[in-house]
């Protein structure tokens, strides 16, 4: 297991993350995404850790709080020092039928971190996330409230999940010139069958040096190997129940098929090679993993020790690449020759001295 630097911090994280969207279960689509209650819960973390994972994402909305709760108590049934883990949580969705119990602001956020730390038994969180954005309250209402929480002590770092790119640089603006803390992580969907984030969303996160958390690296179970052309996944599985998130299902089909020649060739499982083609993304900070059993969560874990080739990262990036579009193009044709023109200067360079 490796760690790497969340971001611009000093933080490290695994580079597997033990998602909990899974625990809880209750009605509608938290039945139908997982049903983990505590025993399993426990051994679902205790695995985890065993692997050397360090790094937990939950969220309060996630089983209406239910999944909190679980989470908390398996790191104190588990006995698990505070130190050893980094514990993520998020805010911002409905927590209740008041108008004032959902969105991104002072008085939503001051009361729902309090809120989930009783649930999870901690006095701090490590990653506290805006969960979405909000279109009502101002960005700098909710960047001021967030590092409120910090000089509380509260919350250590500072992130968000479901942004547009200008929405975080602009959030990143502010922070700045007020001395604000600022996010240091995006929570994103991103899989080999959904690389829209690498047309705004990677080139500004490498430049802001903000980390990057990938949610749902298996499009929700498409890319577990368990569907294709040919097969449907078994009766009841998360995409038959719960068809989230959208994927384009023909250019994640080519995926599928390009994916299961190389696992076959390495005697792993397709879900393992979709996640390694993640992890071998230099934009990539961790990898969010869910799992009702063991056993799925340890083919995941196993994903950490495949290496693909260069070749293999080639077919799989010339199957998957995403069609050329406006303005990513034009910046691409105007910008080659001035990437040409520094790489020759480089190569000229003798490293005397100028």
Known sequence: MR?????????????????????????????????????????????????????????????????????????????????????????????????????????????????????????????????????VTPVEETVRALDTLVQQGYVRYVGVSNWAAWQIVKALGIAEREGLARFESLQAYYTIAGRDLERELAPMLASERVGLMVWSPLAGGLLSGKYGRDRDGEAGSRRTTFDFPPVNRERAYDCIDAMRTIADAKGVSVAQIALAWLLHQRVVSTVIVGAKKVEQLDDNIAATEVKLTATELATLDDVSRLPAEYPGWMIARQGDPRRDQLAQSRQGDTGAAR
């Not at 809880?24 to 997982?34: E, P, S």
């Not at 002072?106 to 989930?116: D, E």
């Not at 901690?122 to 805006?130: A, G, K, V």
Request: hydrophobic letters at 40%; charged letters at 20%; a neutral charge.
């Open 3 to 135: 760690y790497n630097q969340l971001g611009r911090t000093g933080l490290f994280v695994s580079e597997l993350c033990l998602g909990t969207m899974t625990f809880g279960g209750g009605a509608g689509m938290w039945q139908q995404i997982g049903d983990v209650q505590q025993a399993d819960a426990d051994r679902l973390l205790g695995r985890a850790l065993d692997a050397g994972i360090n790094f937990i994402d939950t969220a309060d909305v996630y089983s209406q709080g239910v999944s909190e709760q679980i989470t908390g108590q398996a790191l104190k049934n588990l006995k698990v020092a505070r130190d050893k883990v980094v514990v993520a949580t998020k805010v911002f969705n409905a927590m209740g039928d008041s108008p004032n119990q959902r969105g991104a602001s002072r008085y939503h956020i001051m009361n729902g971190v309090k809120a989930s730390l009783a649930r999870m038994q901690l006095d701090h969180i490590d990653l506290y996330q805006i969960h979405g954005f909000d279109p």
